[in-house]
Protein backbone atom coordinates (compact mmCIF):
# COMPACT_ATOMS: atom_id res chain seq x y z
CA UNK A 1 0.00 0.00 0.00
CA UNK A 2 1.18 3.35 -0.82
CA UNK A 3 1.77 5.72 2.65
CA UNK A 4 -0.68 8.70 2.66
CA UNK A 5 2.85 10.82 2.50
CA UNK A 6 3.41 8.98 -0.92
CA UNK A 7 -0.43 9.40 -1.86
CA UNK A 8 -0.08 13.27 -2.15
CA UNK A 9 2.10 12.51 -5.63
CA UNK A 10 0.82 9.61 -6.78
CA UNK A 11 -2.75 8.54 -8.13
CA UNK A 12 -2.75 4.52 -6.01
CA UNK A 13 -1.20 1.27 -7.39
CA UNK A 14 -3.96 0.24 -9.15
CA UNK A 15 -6.01 1.20 -11.98
CA UNK A 16 -9.01 1.29 -9.84
CA UNK A 17 -7.58 3.49 -7.54
CA UNK A 18 -6.43 6.08 -10.47
CA UNK A 19 -9.82 6.01 -11.32
CA UNK A 20 -10.99 7.06 -8.28
CA UNK A 21 -8.40 10.07 -8.45
CA UNK A 22 -9.53 10.88 -12.20
CA UNK A 23 -13.40 10.94 -10.70
CA UNK A 24 -12.42 13.60 -7.79
CA UNK A 25 -10.03 15.33 -9.80
CA UNK A 26 -12.96 15.91 -12.92
CA UNK A 27 -14.85 16.98 -9.44
CA UNK A 28 -12.59 20.08 -9.39
CA UNK A 29 -12.85 20.85 -13.42
CA UNK A 30 -9.48 19.51 -13.81
CA UNK A 31 -8.85 17.08 -16.30
CA UNK A 32 -6.60 13.63 -15.87
CA UNK A 33 -3.63 12.32 -17.87
CA UNK A 34 -2.74 9.24 -16.27
CA UNK A 35 0.94 7.66 -16.10
CA UNK A 36 1.66 4.29 -15.58
CA UNK A 37 4.57 4.38 -13.32
CA UNK A 38 7.62 2.30 -15.30
CA UNK A 39 10.55 3.45 -17.80
CA UNK A 40 14.16 1.93 -19.23
CA UNK A 41 13.19 -1.35 -19.86
CA UNK A 42 15.52 -3.24 -21.93
CA UNK A 43 13.36 -6.66 -22.62
CA UNK A 44 10.81 -6.71 -24.84
CA UNK A 45 8.83 -8.50 -22.98
CA UNK A 46 8.46 -5.63 -19.51
CA UNK A 47 7.39 -3.23 -22.19
CA UNK A 48 4.62 -5.60 -23.91
CA UNK A 49 3.48 -5.86 -20.78
CA UNK A 50 2.77 -2.09 -19.60
CA UNK A 51 2.30 -1.57 -23.36
CA UNK A 52 -0.85 -3.86 -22.95
CA UNK A 53 -1.78 -1.95 -19.58
CA UNK A 54 -2.02 1.44 -21.73
CA UNK A 55 -4.17 -0.58 -24.51
CA UNK A 56 -6.57 -1.35 -21.33
CA UNK A 57 -6.58 1.46 -19.70
CA UNK A 58 -7.27 3.89 -23.35
CA UNK A 59 -10.46 0.98 -23.59
CA UNK A 60 -11.40 1.44 -20.12
CA UNK A 61 -11.29 5.80 -20.62
CA UNK A 62 -12.88 5.43 -23.34
CA UNK A 63 -15.89 3.68 -22.02
CA UNK A 64 -16.62 6.02 -19.47
CA UNK A 65 -17.39 9.91 -19.52
CA UNK A 66 -14.02 11.09 -17.54
CA UNK A 67 -12.21 13.78 -19.05
CA UNK A 68 -8.68 11.89 -18.55
CA UNK A 69 -6.50 10.85 -21.05
CA UNK A 70 -2.62 9.04 -20.92
CA UNK A 71 1.02 9.99 -21.24
CA UNK A 72 3.52 7.25 -21.97
CA UNK A 73 7.48 7.24 -21.82
CA UNK A 74 9.33 6.21 -24.65
CA UNK A 75 11.44 3.89 -22.92
CA UNK A 76 8.25 1.73 -20.81
CA UNK A 77 7.06 1.00 -24.03
CA UNK A 78 10.55 -0.64 -25.82
CA UNK A 79 12.86 2.20 -26.75
CA UNK A 80 15.59 0.66 -24.90
CA UNK A 81 15.00 -2.81 -26.10
CA UNK A 82 14.70 -1.29 -29.66
CA UNK A 83 13.69 1.56 -31.87
CA UNK A 84 11.13 -0.46 -33.88
CA UNK A 85 9.86 -1.49 -30.22
CA UNK A 86 9.35 1.39 -29.14
CA UNK A 87 7.38 2.54 -32.68
CA UNK A 88 5.85 -0.83 -32.86
CA UNK A 89 4.31 -0.37 -29.36
CA UNK A 90 3.73 3.56 -29.51
CA UNK A 91 1.62 3.06 -32.66
CA UNK A 92 -0.71 0.34 -30.98
CA UNK A 93 -1.22 2.53 -28.12
CA UNK A 94 -1.99 5.89 -31.02
CA UNK A 95 -4.40 3.48 -32.82
CA UNK A 96 -6.28 2.14 -29.81
CA UNK A 97 -6.68 6.08 -28.66
CA UNK A 98 -7.92 6.81 -31.84
CA UNK A 99 -10.39 3.87 -32.23
CA UNK A 100 -11.70 4.57 -27.96
CA UNK A 101 -11.17 8.90 -28.71
CA UNK A 102 -8.67 9.54 -25.98
CA UNK A 103 -5.75 11.57 -26.01
CA UNK A 104 -2.28 9.93 -25.85
CA UNK A 105 0.74 11.84 -24.74
CA UNK A 106 4.11 10.90 -25.09
CA UNK A 107 6.67 11.82 -22.56
CA UNK A 108 10.45 12.85 -23.67
CA UNK A 109 13.20 12.22 -22.24
CA UNK A 110 16.81 12.89 -22.43
CA UNK A 111 18.10 14.17 -25.31
CA UNK A 112 19.79 10.96 -26.78
CA UNK A 113 15.99 9.60 -27.22
CA UNK A 114 14.85 13.25 -28.75
CA UNK A 115 15.17 12.28 -33.02
CA UNK A 116 13.40 8.74 -32.85
CA UNK A 117 10.96 9.81 -30.67
CA UNK A 118 10.12 13.10 -33.04
CA UNK A 119 10.17 11.04 -35.94
CA UNK A 120 7.53 8.42 -34.79
CA UNK A 121 5.72 11.20 -33.16
CA UNK A 122 5.53 13.05 -36.51
CA UNK A 123 4.61 9.76 -38.38
CA UNK A 124 1.92 8.73 -36.03
CA UNK A 125 0.39 11.91 -36.10
CA UNK A 126 0.07 12.13 -39.72
CA UNK A 127 -1.51 8.64 -39.70
CA UNK A 128 -4.44 9.40 -37.10
CA UNK A 129 -4.14 13.38 -37.91
CA UNK A 130 -3.77 14.20 -34.69
CA UNK A 131 -4.93 12.51 -31.52
CA UNK A 132 -1.41 12.24 -29.85
CA UNK A 133 0.68 14.54 -28.74
CA UNK A 134 5.01 15.36 -27.72
CA UNK A 135 6.48 16.91 -24.66
CA UNK A 136 9.33 18.87 -26.09
CA UNK A 137 12.21 20.47 -23.76
CA UNK A 138 13.13 24.58 -23.23
CA UNK A 139 16.79 23.13 -21.79
CA UNK A 140 17.48 21.69 -25.20
CA UNK A 141 19.04 23.87 -27.93
CA UNK A 142 17.83 21.90 -30.95
CA UNK A 143 13.73 22.72 -30.03
CA UNK A 144 13.92 25.95 -31.53
CA UNK A 145 14.41 23.90 -34.45
CA UNK A 146 12.09 20.73 -33.75
CA UNK A 147 9.56 23.54 -33.20
CA UNK A 148 9.71 24.79 -36.94
CA UNK A 149 8.95 21.13 -38.00
CA UNK A 150 6.50 20.22 -35.84
CA UNK A 151 4.09 23.54 -37.15
CA UNK A 152 2.18 21.50 -39.59
CA UNK A 153 2.10 18.49 -38.00
CA UNK A 154 -1.35 17.55 -35.99
CA UNK A 155 -1.77 16.96 -32.55
CA UNK A 156 -0.30 18.76 -29.45
CA UNK A 157 2.61 19.71 -27.93
CA UNK A 158 3.53 20.35 -24.65
CA UNK A 159 6.61 22.77 -23.51
CA UNK A 160 8.38 21.66 -20.36
CA UNK A 161 11.80 23.16 -19.04
CA UNK A 162 13.67 19.71 -19.48
CA UNK A 163 13.88 16.91 -15.98
CA UNK A 164 17.28 15.65 -17.50
CA UNK A 165 20.74 16.53 -16.68
CA UNK A 166 21.65 17.30 -20.50
CA UNK A 167 25.72 18.20 -21.31
CA UNK A 168 26.64 21.85 -21.98
CA UNK A 169 27.24 21.56 -26.06
CA UNK A 170 23.38 20.42 -26.27
CA UNK A 171 21.67 22.16 -23.25
CA UNK A 172 20.99 25.13 -21.48
CA UNK A 173 22.54 24.45 -17.86
CA UNK A 174 22.01 27.76 -16.02
CA UNK A 175 18.06 28.45 -15.01
CA UNK A 176 17.75 32.35 -16.44
CA UNK A 177 19.03 30.25 -19.77
CA UNK A 178 16.48 27.93 -19.32
CA UNK A 179 13.49 30.17 -18.32
CA UNK A 180 14.50 32.33 -21.41
CA UNK A 181 14.24 29.75 -23.83
CA UNK A 182 11.11 28.75 -22.64
CA UNK A 183 9.69 32.28 -23.25
CA UNK A 184 11.24 32.54 -26.34
CA UNK A 185 9.96 28.89 -27.59
CA UNK A 186 6.27 29.63 -26.47
CA UNK A 187 6.11 32.69 -28.13
CA UNK A 188 6.96 30.89 -31.16
CA UNK A 189 4.20 28.05 -30.48
CA UNK A 190 1.42 31.14 -29.81
CA UNK A 191 2.59 32.74 -33.33
CA UNK A 192 3.32 29.85 -35.40
CA UNK A 193 0.87 26.98 -33.79
CA UNK A 194 -2.81 27.26 -34.98
CA UNK A 195 -3.54 25.82 -31.55
CA UNK A 196 -2.52 22.78 -29.47
CA UNK A 197 -0.10 24.22 -27.26
CA UNK A 198 0.47 22.88 -23.66
CA UNK A 199 1.95 24.63 -21.21
CA UNK A 200 3.75 22.35 -18.98
CA UNK A 201 5.20 23.81 -16.01
CA UNK A 202 4.27 25.29 -12.48
CA UNK A 203 6.02 28.30 -12.61
CA UNK A 204 3.76 30.94 -12.23
CA UNK A 205 5.98 33.44 -14.66
CA UNK A 206 4.98 31.58 -17.25
CA UNK A 207 2.07 30.57 -17.04
CA UNK A 208 1.09 34.47 -16.53
CA UNK A 209 3.41 34.65 -19.95
CA UNK A 210 1.41 32.18 -21.94
CA UNK A 211 -2.17 34.51 -20.32
CA UNK A 212 -0.24 37.11 -21.91
CA UNK A 213 0.43 35.34 -25.52
CA UNK A 214 -2.72 34.62 -25.87
CA UNK A 215 -4.83 37.63 -25.34
CA UNK A 216 -1.88 38.77 -28.12
CA UNK A 217 -2.33 36.00 -30.34
CA UNK A 218 -5.48 34.44 -29.67
CA UNK A 219 -3.78 31.23 -29.78
CA UNK A 220 -5.86 28.61 -27.51
CA UNK A 221 -3.56 26.89 -25.10
CA UNK A 222 -4.23 24.15 -22.13
CA UNK A 223 -1.64 24.33 -18.50
CA UNK A 224 -0.50 20.95 -17.21
CA UNK A 225 0.64 20.06 -13.68
CA UNK A 226 2.06 17.63 -11.57
CA UNK A 227 -0.09 15.80 -9.28
CA UNK A 228 0.54 17.21 -6.08
CA UNK A 229 2.39 20.37 -6.82
CA UNK A 230 0.36 23.37 -6.81
CA UNK A 231 -2.65 22.31 -6.92
CA UNK A 232 -4.75 25.01 -5.69
CA UNK A 233 -3.25 26.43 -8.60
CA UNK A 234 -5.00 24.24 -10.68
CA UNK A 235 -8.46 24.86 -9.55
CA UNK A 236 -8.13 28.98 -9.73
CA UNK A 237 -6.76 28.49 -13.47
CA UNK A 238 -10.07 26.32 -13.74
CA UNK A 239 -11.88 29.11 -11.92
CA UNK A 240 -10.66 31.82 -14.25
CA UNK A 241 -11.88 29.54 -17.31
CA UNK A 242 -8.51 27.76 -18.42
CA UNK A 243 -8.39 24.24 -19.14
CA UNK A 244 -6.25 22.47 -16.94
CA UNK A 245 -4.67 18.91 -16.66
CA UNK A 246 -2.82 17.29 -13.90
CA UNK A 247 -0.36 14.72 -14.92
CA UNK A 248 -1.57 12.02 -12.22
CA UNK A 249 1.20 8.54 -12.38
CA UNK A 250 0.15 5.57 -10.33
CA UNK A 251 1.30 2.09 -10.04
CA UNK A 252 3.02 -0.38 -8.02
CA UNK A 253 6.79 1.48 -9.19
CA UNK A 254 5.61 4.54 -6.89
CA UNK A 255 8.87 4.72 -4.98
CA UNK A 256 11.22 6.44 -7.25
CA UNK A 257 8.58 8.67 -8.54
CA UNK A 258 7.75 9.59 -4.82
CA UNK A 259 11.41 10.28 -3.70
CA UNK A 260 12.28 12.15 -7.17
CA UNK A 261 9.47 14.58 -6.11
CA UNK A 262 10.94 14.79 -2.13
CA UNK A 263 14.46 15.77 -3.20
CA UNK A 264 13.82 18.31 -5.90
CA UNK A 265 12.01 20.60 -3.55
CA UNK A 266 13.06 21.73 0.03
CA UNK A 267 8.94 22.41 1.15
CA UNK A 268 8.71 18.66 -0.15
CA UNK A 269 10.91 17.24 2.12
CA UNK A 270 9.92 18.72 5.19
CA UNK A 271 6.69 18.04 4.41
CA UNK A 272 7.88 14.49 4.38
CA UNK A 273 9.63 14.54 7.35
CA UNK A 274 7.12 15.99 9.17
CA UNK A 275 5.16 13.51 8.32
CA UNK A 276 7.51 10.58 9.46
CA UNK A 277 7.93 11.82 12.90
CA UNK A 278 4.30 12.42 12.92
CA UNK A 279 4.14 16.12 13.08
P1 LIG B 1 10.69 25.36 -11.94
O1 LIG B 1 11.72 26.15 -12.71
O2 LIG B 1 11.11 24.04 -11.34
O3 LIG B 1 10.07 26.26 -10.82
C1 LIG B 1 9.65 27.57 -11.14
C2 LIG B 1 8.64 28.04 -10.11
O4 LIG B 1 7.46 27.19 -10.18
C3 LIG B 1 9.10 27.95 -8.68
O5 LIG B 1 9.89 29.05 -8.32
C4 LIG B 1 7.75 27.89 -7.96
O6 LIG B 1 7.18 29.17 -7.91
C5 LIG B 1 6.92 27.03 -8.88
N1 LIG B 1 7.06 25.59 -8.49
C6 LIG B 1 7.79 24.66 -9.12
N2 LIG B 1 7.68 23.47 -8.48
C7 LIG B 1 6.89 23.67 -7.41
C8 LIG B 1 6.43 22.85 -6.35
N3 LIG B 1 6.78 21.56 -6.26
N4 LIG B 1 5.61 23.39 -5.42
C9 LIG B 1 5.26 24.69 -5.49
N5 LIG B 1 5.68 25.54 -6.48
C10 LIG B 1 6.48 25.03 -7.42
N6 LIG B 1 10.20 16.80 -18.17
C11 LIG B 1 10.78 16.12 -19.17
O7 LIG B 1 12.01 16.20 -19.36
N7 LIG B 1 10.04 15.29 -19.98
C12 LIG B 1 8.69 15.18 -19.86
O8 LIG B 1 8.06 14.45 -20.63
C13 LIG B 1 8.05 15.95 -18.85
N8 LIG B 1 6.70 15.92 -18.69
C14 LIG B 1 6.11 16.77 -17.79
C15 LIG B 1 4.72 16.83 -17.74
C16 LIG B 1 4.11 17.77 -16.90
C17 LIG B 1 2.61 17.87 -16.88
C18 LIG B 1 4.89 18.62 -16.08
C19 LIG B 1 4.27 19.64 -15.17
C20 LIG B 1 6.27 18.51 -16.10
C21 LIG B 1 6.90 17.60 -16.93
N9 LIG B 1 8.29 17.51 -16.99
C22 LIG B 1 8.86 16.75 -17.98
C23 LIG B 1 9.14 18.11 -15.93
C24 LIG B 1 9.66 19.49 -16.36
O9 LIG B 1 10.64 19.35 -17.35
C25 LIG B 1 10.28 20.25 -15.16
O10 LIG B 1 11.37 19.51 -14.67
C26 LIG B 1 9.34 20.50 -14.01
O11 LIG B 1 8.04 20.81 -14.45
C27 LIG B 1 9.84 21.68 -13.15
O12 LIG B 1 9.85 22.87 -13.90
P2 LIG B 1 8.75 24.04 -13.72
O13 LIG B 1 8.46 24.61 -15.07
O14 LIG B 1 7.57 23.49 -13.05
O15 LIG B 1 9.40 25.18 -12.90
Known sequence: MIP????????????????DHIRETNEDGVKVILNLLGEHYDNRAEADQDT?????????????????????????????????????????????????????WCDMEDHTTTDVTLDAFEEFAREFEGGIGLCVQ??????KDDLRRLVDVPGKIRLVKGAYDEP???????????DAAYREYLEFMFEQFEGGIA?????????????????????????Q???GVREDAQRELVADGYEVWQYAPYG????????????????????????VVGQ
Open 225 to 227: MLM
Open 4 to 19: PIASQFVAGETPAAAF
Open 168 to 178: REVAYKEKSEV
Open 52 to 104: ATYLQLVRDIGNTDLDACVSVKPSQIGLDAGDDVFRENFRAIAEAGDQHDVFV
Open 138 to 143: ANLKRT
Open 252 to 275: GKWFSYFYRRVRERKENALFALRA
Open 199 to 223: VGSHDPAMIEFARELHDEYGTDFEV
